[in-house]
């Protein structure tokens, strides 16, 4: 390799060694390339592709936060960013990062075809596991400590009526009552069962543009549903074609998806909480 090489011609270097799946090459021609023009943000992106490639995730989000520095509306810095983070389980940045992605995307009227799309839907399924972890472990701490706090009093109660000389029939009352305390605080809880059990919503109720559960669901003639509104916005705003398919699609092509309108209708019928989704 030459070492006059430029800037540029480094960069162009790098990205045939990624083609060609050499990745630590490519790494050490971006970082030349880096070394000759550090306000390139393009080559900060790719070489934090290569590093996502080798799975060195927070070399990863190190480049792409710089090459997001230099230019914040760098698609591909917020795509990479996204994945390496929804990698190391931050799953409430890597939400924000590759919504950001998509939006982007859509204003500069790029193609990537489903790939931030279908991440961005991972992501946002593991953000939901997660607060949905985070909640149940809550209820469970909630429920033993309410479950200690009536039998200490039960304790403190008892020892108090036996230091006391009172009757064996008042101290058994006081231990009935307060195991019946604890039998309705079950209760309480097991009438919540279905709201504490894991909650998720099927990803085939979710638009594949917003990735939120479909209210209006249409189908195009690849076969592919969307929420109306979404499908709508993307052909107005961004062009006539359908955006996983990229073929030719216009407004009077979509068709309403009246069966998976039944099915989201009845889901949301059995599950309030999933209107929060």
């Known amino acids: ?61 190190q480049d792409c936060r710089r090459a997001l520095d230099l230019d914040p509306s760098s698609v591909k810095g917020h795509f990479f960013l996204g994945n390496a983070l929804l990698e190391l389980e931050n799953y409430e940045e890597a939400v924000r990062c590759l919504q950001r992605a998509s939006d982007l995307a859509k204003e500069q009227r790029l193609n990537f075809g489903d790939d931030i799309a279908s991440l961005l839907r991972v992501a946002r399924k593991q953000r939901w596991q997660q607060h949905e972890e985070r909640r149940l472990m809550q209820e469970i701490e909630l429920l033993s400590y309410l479950t200690q706090l009536i039998m200490k009093d039960k304790e403190e109660k008892v020892l108090k009526l036996v230091s006391e000389g009172t009757k064996q029939s008042e101290v058994d009352r006081v231990e009935s009552l307060h195991e019946k305390h604890i039998s309705e605080l079950n209760g309480v809880f097991a009438k919540a069962d279905e709201r504490r059990r894991r909650r998720e919503v099927p990803d085939y109720l979710c638009g594949k543009i917003s ?11 690849s076969g592919i549903t969307y929420d109306r509104r979404d499908i709508e916005e993307h052909l107005q705003r961004v062009g006539h074609f359908d955006p996983v398919t990229r073929t030719p699609l216009t ?3 979509l068709v309403p998806n009246l069966a998976l309108k039944e099915v989201i209708d009845a889901f949301l019928a059995e599950n309030e909480w999933a209107h929060d989704y």
Do not use: H
């Open 251 to 253: 407004l009077d092509q």
């Open 1 to 61: 390799m030459k070492s006059d090489m430029t800037a540029e011609e480094m960069k162009n270097q790098g990205n045939k060694l990624f083609s060609a799946r050499k990745y630590e090459d490519a790494i050490a021609c971006y970082s030349k390339a880096i070394i000759r023009k550090p306000s390139s943000a393009t080559y900060f992106s790719n070489r934090a592709l290569c590093y996502v490639k080798l799975r060195q995730w927070e070399l990863a989000c």
């Open 211 to 221: 990735f939120e559960i479909m209210r209006d669901p249409v189908i195009t003639p």
